[in-house]
């Protein structure tokens, strides 16, 4: 079993940047490939970053590319996304997610562990 805990979510304005860690505990963390996605109301579950088990390799969803940075820290078994030039369709509850195996996907059933998420509002 795996707990994934998020924090660092928040309200701010358009332009600002917030960043969001997410800590595992359980299973080995180093060897899962780590994702975040979002959901805003009224709207599907969408990838935006995920990362492989080492790090090596990461891919963003369209809206994150240039804007959004998923970083891993294995030694302290967090990931983080660091989120700038915040828009207010940026708005989303963030979740992180963890998979059983090590590579790089963007598909919510490839992941198998999930957070409860943090809040992210960006007001224009």
């Known amino acids: 079993q795996v707990q994934l805990v998020e924090s660092g979510g928040g309200l701010v304005q358009a332009g600002d940047s917030l960043r969001l860690s997410c800590v595992a505990s359980?299973?080995?963390?180093?060897?899962?490939?780590m994702g975040w996605f979002r959901q805003a109301p009224g709207k599907e579950r969408e990838f935006v970053a995920g990362?492989?088990?080492?790090?090596?390799?990461?891919n963003y969803a369209d809206s994150a590319k240039g804007r959004f940075t998923i970083s891993r820290d294995n030694a302290k078994n967090t990931v983080y996304l660091q989120m700038n030039s915040l828009k207010p369709e940026d708005t989303a509850v963030y979740r992180c997610?963890?998979?059983?195996?090590?590579?790089?996907?963007?598909?919510?059933?490839?992941?198998?562990?999930w957070g409860q998420g943090t809040q992210v509002t960006v007001s224009s």
């Open positions: 990362i492989s088990w080492s790090g090596g390799s990461t």
């Open positions: 359980g299973r080995t963390f180093s060897n899962s490939a």
């Open positions: 997610a963890a998979s059983h195996r090590g590579g790089i996907y963007w598909q919510l059933n490839d992941y198998n562990y």
